[in-house]
């Protein structure tokens, strides 16, 4: 059974800084897929990782997948305020059904 | 864009009622989803539907739930008789394809249900 766990779960950060969310899953998997979430709005979908050693990039956030050590990291470069929500990321258990970790609430303060 | 829409958007029901949740996929789409959200807790799978039938489902989606598409454009989740531990947001999901398919699922603003 796949299991996703992200760290860390709770952020709060300062205009102009860089950080990384770190996302690790405990089975092999060929994928994985970084959602946002804004406070009582839908998953947005930000980046589809598909192969060992992608690297996504739009605008401050850049998401990669190493498959073999089972991590994918979220990084923030120079962070803005609208860029404060919880992001998820999750990757599949058999075809259709999409696991999420915890979430890590980002809160981006001037 | 095209997007996933869900009706109502907040919904308040009193427990042992039942309670259906309606949701509009993206029209080119052939997978549907529910997922729930509890209250700060995880995105939880609920089922999953193609070819009009359910294709996989979780230990949560048991008797009491239902789904539907009864026409070429709704895609429904019932839930026959509510109980306190029902309330939760839940989120209708769809995508072209499975996971093979490379294209992330895409989800509605969500049905956040109150059982009282």
């Known amino acids: 059974e796949l299991k996703v766990e992200q760290n860390p779960l709770f952020l709060s950060m300062q205009e102009g800084k860089n950080y990384t969310i770190y996302c690790n899953y405990s089975?092999?998997?060929?994928?994985l897929y970084w959602y946002r979430q804004d406070p009582g709005k839908s998953l947005e979908s930000l980046f589809v990782?598909?192969?060992?050693?992608a690297v996504k990039q739009e605008g401050r956030l850049m998401a990669s997948l190493d498959t073999k050590a089972r991590l994918s990291t979220l990084h923030i470069t120079a962070a803005v305020h609208d860029l404060s929500a919880t992001y998820f990321c999750?990757?599949?258990?058999?075809?259709?059904?999409?696991?999420f970790g915890q979430g890590t609430r980002l809160t981006i303060n001037p | 864009e095209p997007e996933v829409t869900q009706t109502p958007s907040h919904q308040v029901t009193q427990m042992g009622q039942e309670v259906i949740l309606r949701c509009v996929p993206i029209?080119?789409?052939?997978?549907f989803y529910w997922y729930r959200q509890i209250l700060g807790q995880k995105v939880e799978f609920l089922v999953s539907?193609?070819?009009?039938?359910?294709?996989?489902k979780s230990e949560i989606f048991d008797d009491q739930f239902s789904v539907e598409r009864p026409d070429g454009s709704n895609f429904t989740l019932k839930i026959r008789s509510t109980k306190l531990e029902d309330s939760a947001m839940y989120f209708c999901?769809?995508?072209?394809?499975?996971?093979?398919?490379?294209?992330?699922?895409?989800f509605g603003d969500g049905t956040r249900l109150s059982i009282l």
């Open positions: 999901a769809s995508s072209e394809g499975d996971r093979y398919s490379n294209q992330p699922q895409h």
């Open positions: 089975t092999t998997s060929d994928r």
């Open positions: 539907f193609y070819n009009n039938e359910i294709s996989e």
């Open positions: 029209s080119n789409h052939l997978y």
């Open positions: 999750a990757g599949y258990q058999g075809a259709q059904k999409l696991v």
């Open positions: 990782l598909l192969s060992n050693g």
